[in-house]
């Protein structure tokens, strides 16, 4: 059962007309009518590849429709062989053709104007929560939440977004010159999303374009570490403590640089000698790696094969795969191919795991009713180039319990799982 925990949909910008209030119409023309002066600015800076946006275009343009069509949409994703997955809105105004007004998809940053950035967010939530009700079994959406906003009426979006059939919540990765997230102004927004089961996310996107200038590498080496910078935001100021019933979700961020991050947190929390001097972690009752398991995953789009090899200290179950669809970075249409490549010596039940059944959890899916549709579109194991030898199976979770967080022992055990 494949479920992607990455994937992406949006209507073409300006048909969003009838989804935003209508004071907001003469705001959503002005912005409109400056979108061809963003791309061309993107284009100057080396951010867009025009030459390699129109080939992708050209070369899909009846599958991209799948990103607003609801038709074609479930063609691609049958076709990939998967049976669900979780919605995030498309990318911002300088990327995409299908941006939510004022800019507030993937590019949602905490210096929107609080007015604006509701009123985009909405639009897209309002026509998201319309789009994902023609097969929800298949779809959770991920409502836009401009969290650094009014309390109240963040609380009010959440409650809102949660009635009318969405299902988890992407907040900004950036707050800019707002509270950080380890400010108490959020609790009422981390009490709502736990109250209706909506898991919180961020998305890779915002970064702080305007100091990279025209390097783009600057940008490609920093634009992972910003949506997850909020973890230790959170994981350190107590929030997962505070608020046990609060999931927090890590998106096209890859998780290569979690092992390294949970092993350095642990042992600054376990008083290992380099953090002796500093003051103890009182917001906190367990390692970490503890609040990590019980409320922490990453929606790991496109997994890489070093990924896999890390995943008992980063945690099956914290492993979401994602084939971000419809995006160019990401599997489709070429899926089950990506899915040979990758998985084929993974054991059967950890393939299992990350590629469906931890999201199913996640994201509230209901396994049941999406059996059939599985066994009919999804790839099986021999599929797959993977052996079912359950004892080869159970050796491997023996492995992954055995080894698991070796730094909580002290024991230098070696990383297994495939070569790098």
């Known amino acids: 059962?494949?479920?992607?925990?990455?994937?992406?949909?949006?209507?073409?910008t300006e048909l969003y007309r009838p989804y935003l209030d209508s004071r907001f119409h003469p705001r959503f023309d002005a912005f409109l009518g400056e979108r061809d002066a963003r791309r061309a600015e993107a284009t100057r800076l080396g951010v867009r590849n025009e030459a390699f946006a129109e080939k992708w275009f050209h070369d899909h343009e009846e599958g991209l429709k799948g990103g607003w069509d609801t038709g074609q949409r479930i063609k691609e994703l049958d076709g990939d062989g998967v049976a669900a997955e979780v919605v995030f809105p498309d990318a911002d105004a300088v990327d995409s053709q299908t941006a939510a007004p004022f800019g507030v998809g993937l590019g949602l940053s905490g210096d929107q104007d609080p007015e604006l950035g509701?009123?985009?967010?909405?639009?897209?939530?309002?026509?998201?929560?319309?789009?994902?009700?023609?097969?929800?079994?298949?779809?959770?959406?991920?409502?836009?939440?401009?969290?650094?906003?009014?309390?109240?009426?963040?609380?009010?979006?959440?409650?809102?977004?949660?009635?009318?059939?969405?299902?988890?919540?992407?907040?900004?990765?950036?707050w800019v010159d707002k509270a950080p997230y380890h400010d108490r102004r959020y609790d009422p927004v981390w009490a709502a999303a736990a109250e209706t089961g909506m898991p919180v996310v961020t998305h890779s996107g915002s970064s702080p374009r305007h100091e990279y200038g025209d390097h783009l590498g600057i940008f490609v080496s920093?634009?992972?570490?910003?949506?997850a910078r909020p973890l230790w935001f959170l994981l350190w100021s107590g929030v997962f403590e505070r608020h046990?019933?609060?999931?927090?979700?890590?998106?096209?961020?890859?998780?290569?640089?979690?092992?390294?991050?949970?092993?350095?947190?642990?042992?600054?929390?376990?008083?290992a000698h380099g953090g002796k001097k500093l003051s103890p972690f009182e917001e906190l009752k367990r390692p970490p790696s503890e609040y990590l398991d019980r409320q922490v995953f990453v929606c790991a789009t496109n997994t890489k094969r070093r990924e896999l090899a890390q995943r008992?200290?980063?945690?099956?179950?914290?492993?979401?795969?994602?084939?971000?669809?419809?995006?160019?970075?990401?599997?489709w249409p070429n899926t089950r191919t990506w899915?040979?490549?990758?998985?084929?010596?993974?054991p059967v039940a950890e393939t299992r795991r990350m590629l469906g059944l931890a999201a199913a959890e996640v994201f509230g899916f209901d396994t049941g009713r999406l059996a059939?549709?599985?066994?009919?579109?999804?790839?099986?194991?021999?599929?797959?180039?993977?052996?079912?030898?359950?004892?080869?199976?159970e050796a491997s979770w023996a492995r992954s319990r055995a080894v698991g967080r070796h730094w909580l022992t002290g024991e230098d055990f070696p990383v297994l799982g495939v070569d790098r």
């Open 372 to 393: 059939p549709l599985a066994r009919r579109i999804g790839p099986t194991p021999a599929e797959l180039g993977q052996s079912a030898d359950q004892t080869a199976v």
């Open 118 to 174: 509701m009123a985009g967010a909405q639009a897209h939530n309002r026509w998201l929560a319309e789009f994902v009700s023609q097969h929800p079994e298949r779809h959770c959406g991920v409502a836009l939440l401009p969290i650094t906003g009014d309390p109240a009426k963040v609380v009010a979006e959440v409650h809102r977004a949660k009635e009318s059939g969405l299902g988890a919540l992407m907040i900004p990765a950036m």
């Open 339 to 346: 899915l040979k490549n990758t998985f084929h010596d993974i």
């Open 312 to 331: 008992y200290e980063i945690g099956v179950d914290n492993i979401l795969w994602g084939s971000d669809f419809p995006h160019p970075e990401g599997t």
């Open 244 to 271: 046990p019933g609060l999931k927090f979700g890590i998106a096209e961020s890859g998780c290569w640089w979690l092992p390294n991050q949970l092993w350095f947190m642990d042992r600054l929390y376990l008083g």
């Open 1 to 12: 059962m494949i479920i992607s925990s990455d994937c992406h949909a949006g209507l073409p």
């Open 222 to 227: 920093e634009v992972t570490w910003w949506p």
